[in-house]
């Protein structure tokens, strides 16, 4: 007994509706009956806030008018202050007979021109070039070499040289110099 394709999509198709109905039956035909919200025995108010209270408090900051104390709410800074009001300055005493503690020491200074920089093996130590300011003298040094027999060289960069004041502890810096063009 064989059954045609035709057959067959209509037996599927019913069993389909069959199963579609029973789903139906059972989940939505139970529940249709109508449940209303308003029904009296499940009544219960809600826990609603008195808007009264707020809404007056509104009102009252609305009315209120912004006074001056004199000083500029938008311009960051201290208010000015009346010379009339404040009186005479008075200097704290300083007795000058006492000597004076010494300022600090003067930023160090190189005087010579740092005009390059290289490295002799490939990989090796950085290595600056200082030419002294008024003479042709060219002197080599590597980090942590001293020159005049006071500043000791600390780092030497693509555009500066940095140095220390082995004296007074001070440290500076110097730039690369160009070469004039000629």
């Known amino acids: 007994m ?26 939505l035909g139970r529940s249709a009956t109508p449940n209303s919200g308003l029904s009296g025995s499940n009544y219960s108010p809600i826990n609603a806030q008195d808007y009264n209270v707020i809404i007056n408090g509104l009102a009252k900051a609305q009315g209120t008018e912004y006074k001056s104390a004199g000083r500029n709410i938008f311009v960051m800074g201290a208010m000015p202050v009346e010379v009339g009001k404040q009186g005479p300055i008075k200097t704290p005493f300083r007795n000058y007979d006492q000597p004076q503690p010494p300022g600090p020491p003067p ?12 490295m002799l093996p490939a990989g ?10 008024p003479g042709d003298d060219v002197h080599i040094v590597n980090e942590g070499d001293v020159v005049l027999n006071h500043i000791r060289i600390v780092h030497i960069g693509n555009d500066r040289i940095d140095f220390e004041d082995t004296n007074t502890g001070q440290r500076g810096s110097k730039n690369l110099e160009a070469a004039p063009a000629a």
Do not use: C, N
Not at 107 to 118: K, N, R
Not at 124 to 133: C, H, I, M, S, V
């Open 124 to 133: 090796g130590a950085r290595q600056a070039f200082l030419k002294d300011d």
């Open 107 to 118: 930023p160090a200074v190189l005087p010579m021109v740092f005009f390059g920089y290289g």
């Open 2 to 27: 064989a059954r045609t394709r035709q057959q067959k999509e209509l037996i599927a198709l019913a069993v389909l509706v069959v199963i579609a109905g029973s789903v139906w039956y059972f989940h």
